[in-house]
């Protein structure tokens, strides 16, 4: 079992940075797609980021767009979600997700791919 734990989550102000961090057990992270997903309370989970084993596909939601970044230290065994100019609307637990499986054929944007899933880590806003 791959085990996946974010971190970096915690209380800013409209328009202030985080960076979350996940980390992945295993010595085969570097074959991993990797996602980063959403849910606010009362609302489906939400694709936020992803990115291909080797960082050649990014795939980004339209409501985040040009605000975050997603990225990944593969002797590290880790991936990263860089946010700026955050939003009240960007509260939520955010969720790293990893595709062990992934080929070229995949669809990082939906849930559907990935078989690992972290716990969460929470994601606060105030306006």
């Known amino acids: 079992q791959v085990q996946l734990v974010e971190s970096g989550g915690g209380l800013v102000q409209a328009g202030g940075s985080l960076r979350l961090s996940c980390a992945a057990s295993?010595?085969?992270?570097?074959?991993?797609?990797m996602g980063w997903f959403r849910q606010a309370p009362g609302k489906e989970r939400e694709f936020v980021a992803a990115?291909?084993?080797?960082?050649?596909?990014?795939h980004y939601a339209d409501s985040v767009k040009g605000r975050f970044t997603i990225s990944r230290v593969n002797a590290k065994n880790t991936v990263y979600l860089e946010m700026v100019n955050l939003k009240p609307e960007d509260t939520a637990v955010y969720y790293c997700?990893?595709?062990?499986?992934?080929?070229?054929?995949?669809?990082?944007?939906?849930?559907?791919?990935?078989?690992?899933w972290g716990q969460g880590t929470l994601v606060t806003v105030s306006s």
């Open positions: 990115i291909s084993s080797i960082g050649v596909s990014i």
């Open positions: 295993g010595r085969t992270f570097s074959s991993y797609a």
């Open positions: 997700a990893a595709d062990s499986n992934y080929g070229l054929g995949s669809k990082l944007t939906t849930p559907d791919p990935y078989d690992y």
